[in-house]
């Protein structure tokens, strides 16, 4: 009797025990500054304590109070199994409900495990039955689930991030083959921000349906489906990341696929890539990341197994593009392309470190970075092969007119674009021996940078393929004119421009003075003959007019020829004419001025003012002749002499 009242006395303390807990959990749940995720929790754990209720008295009667609760848990579950909609559909109050069913399933099925009871059959087929019910809820519950999910999905814009590239691209003939003879346009400076890092997160599923989903996860983790959980949550959320990656409209493209690609195809696969990678790795991964957390984070690592499994399909396919472009051979025009993902995998590197540094994902990282080192082996191969393609340009026709060569305007707007990317490309080349045995020290600036070397070295050997095309011109005025316009052409596209970091100071003074030294050459192989014929101010009648015919006969002939060459700046032409003209009218004024009587007037076939005019039409790139009916119309006093 004793006995019994001690059981009597144990189940009543264990009752108040369970009440007093109850009705204090009741009292959080109606607390206004408990939040919605506790509260649901208290919720849980109110159902649960119910249940221990129900079961928690002798055996005999704790063996009923099992069996009559599993019966009315399966008809909950079973009632469910017979409708076609979903749960979750139906309202908070329908969910709730199934939960409590499959909680109090599980807390039946513990109490029953320690019950102590004769008819062991028995037993063991109600747990038979309650583990058969337990697996149709479960599998109920994952099914639910993967609906959720689907349901609740949301996805943002992509231009959400505002990363639109202000870069441009190299509007530059694909090779050199045919440079000589296509224009090439002038190619403006782009700006990037492509190392700065905008990792976000945002919401991927609907924030009111997150208490849900880790509803469902606290209960088939606590039945040890956790697998079958894992598997329904990683099959829908990849599912989710497939279909964005379809709406950032990138290709499933193999390897084969991309490398006989089309480069006009090809460029613009790029620069989807580019976008989606950023896009992916700093928004739409840490928001991933974030909801794996949320939901499985109280499960351990087990977030992170569930995250590398939902990413690693879709990060292999955007790597797996990257590679295929790193595995081609590329001409020097496609370099900016290439630095463009270069640096677009060198921004994100953080953010691939921070999402899968744990050692589940770790071998995502470590295939990011293999590609990372291999973008650097390409895109540094394949600047080096500017400066040989420069080197080996064929000298096989001569440029018209001796103007700015197309392989020099090439060239120049090309190392300006790749100034834009000098601390990169200074990056790359990092290792290579400071100092350069063609390149001359200069203390400026960018000057002893490794980018700055190179681009010393290409305009080097720049000059000296401009030396052999300039040896074409049989007529070494024009060699002169050729060298003049091409070695100011360069110096002003550096000063102008933050190429002059990279070359200082000491370089542009030695460059301008080259090219002004080939203005004075012109002027000395075109016009010294000419002057010394005006020198002599002294001597017969018949040699004075010898000397002055020979002049203007010297003088028509440059002129005929000399209009039709090309001096493309303004400012440089100007100044030439100028030079000329110092030289060549002074003598002329006083040869004429002092001769006049000698020579005679019907001698004198045009005037200083004349000859200043005729000096201005030089190096305007069309060709003129000194004839009667062209002074007429110039409304010049042009003398023509007698017989």
């Known amino acids: 009797m004793g006995e019994c009242n001690n059981v009597i006395s144990t189940y009543e303390a264990d009752q108040h025990v369970i009440a007093a807990a109850q009705h204090i959990l009741k009292a959080l749940a109606k607390s206004k500054i408990v939040s919605d995720d506790l509260r649901k929790t ?41 409708n076609d909609s979903m749960i979750w559909d139906s309202g908070s109050r329908e969910s709730s409900e199934y939960l409590k069913a499959v909680d109090d399933i599980q807390t039946l099925t513990q109490s029953l495990q320690s019950l102590s009871v004769s008819d062991t059959w028995k037993k063991k087929n109600l747990l038979q039955r309650a583990d058969g019910v337990l697996h149709i809820a479960m599998s109920r519950l994952e099914e639910e689930l993967v609906h959720i999910l689907v349901k609740h999905k949301q996805y943002f814009e992509p231009e959400y991030m505002l990363i639109h590239s202000n870069r441009v691209d190299m509007v530059l003939d694909e090779s050199f083959v045919s440079v000589e003879d296509e224009t090439i346009e002038e190619i403006p400076c782009r700006t990037s921000d492509a190392s700065q890092s905008v990792s976000c997160t945002v919401d991927l599923v609907h924030s009111d349906i997150v ?29 989710a990341l497939d279909e964005y990656i379809v709406i950032l409209e990138i ?4 390897i084969g696929d991309v490398l006989k690609m089309e480069w006009s195809c090809l460029n613009f696969e790029i620069k989807k890539w580019i976008r989606a990678m950023k896009i992916i790795v700093q928004v739409y991964l840490p928001s991933e990341k974030r909801l794996c957390k949320q939901i499985l984070g109280p499960f351990g690592t087990v977030y992170s197994f569930c995250f590398a499994e939902i990413s690693k399909t879709s990060m292999f396919h955007l790597l797996n593009f990257g590679e295929a472009i790193a595995m081609g051979t590329y001409t020097p025009e496609k370099l900016f392309r290439l630095l463009d993902m270069y640096e677009v995998l060198s921004s994100l590197a953080v953010e691939v470190d921070l999402l ?16 990372l080192t291999k973008f650097g082996d390409t895109v540094r191969s394949t600047f080096l092969t500017f400066d040989n393609a420069i080197a080996t340009n064929p000298s096989t026709n001569k440029f018209p007119g001796g103007g700015v060569h197309h392989l020099t305007k090439y060239v120049m707007n090309y190392i300006m674009t790749l100034c834009e990317y000098g601390d990169t490309l200074n990056l790359l080349f990092a290792d290579e021996s400071p100092v350069h045995p063609d390149i001359e020290p200069d203390i400026s600036a960018l000057t002893f ?31 002169h004119i050729f060298m003049m316009n091409n070695i100011h052409y360069i110096v002003q596209k550096i000063k102008s421009s933050e190429l002059s970091l990279y070359f200082g100071d000491a370089w542009l003074r030695v460059h301008t003075a080259n090219f002004q030294q080939d203005a004075r050459n012109y002027e000395r192989v075109t016009w010294s003959t000419a002057l010394s014929l005006l020198r002599e101010e002294t001597g017969s009648k018949a040699s004075l007019k010898t000397r002055y015919t020979g002049f203007i006969d010297a003088f028509e002939e440059v002129y005929r020829t000399q209009t039709g060459w090309c001096v493309p700046d303004v400012q ?31 001698w004198i076939k045009c005037n200083v003012d004349d000859l200043e005019h005729y000096i201005l039409d030089l190096f305007e790139g069309s060709p003129k002749s000194l004839n009667h009916h062209q002074l007429k119309a110039r409304g010049l006093s042009f003398r023509i002499s007698l017989p």
Not at 62 to 67: D, H, L, Q, R, Y
Not at 221 to 234: L, R, W
């Open 42 to 82: 208290v919720m849980d754990l109110d159902i649960h304590l119910s249940s221990m209720s129900r079961i928690s008295g002798g055996n005999g009667g704790g063996f009923k109070e099992v069996e009559r609760g599993l019966k009315f848990a399966q008809e909950k579950v079973m009632s469910w199994e017979a």
């Open 449 to 479: 940078s490794p980018v700055g070397r190179h681009f010393q070295k290409i305009t080097a050997t720049l000059e000296s393929n401009l030396s052999n095309k300039c040896r074409l011109y049989k007529d070494m005025a024009l060699q």
């Open 572 to 602: 440089l032409r100007e100044d030439l004419q100028i030079s000329i003209s110092q030289k060549l009218v002074h003598a002329y004024r006083t040869f004429t001025g002092k001769n006049s009587a000698n020579i005679g007037d019907k």
């Open 356 to 371: 899968f540094f744990e050692e589940v994902s770790s071998f995502i990282k470590a295939e990011f970075h293999k590609l």
């Open 211 to 239: 208490p849900d989903l880790m509803s469902i996860a606290n209960v088939m983790f606590a039945s040890g489906y956790h697998q079958e959980f894992c598997q329904g949550f990683i099959t829908s959320r990849r599912h």
């Open 251 to 254: 290709e499933k493209l193999s």
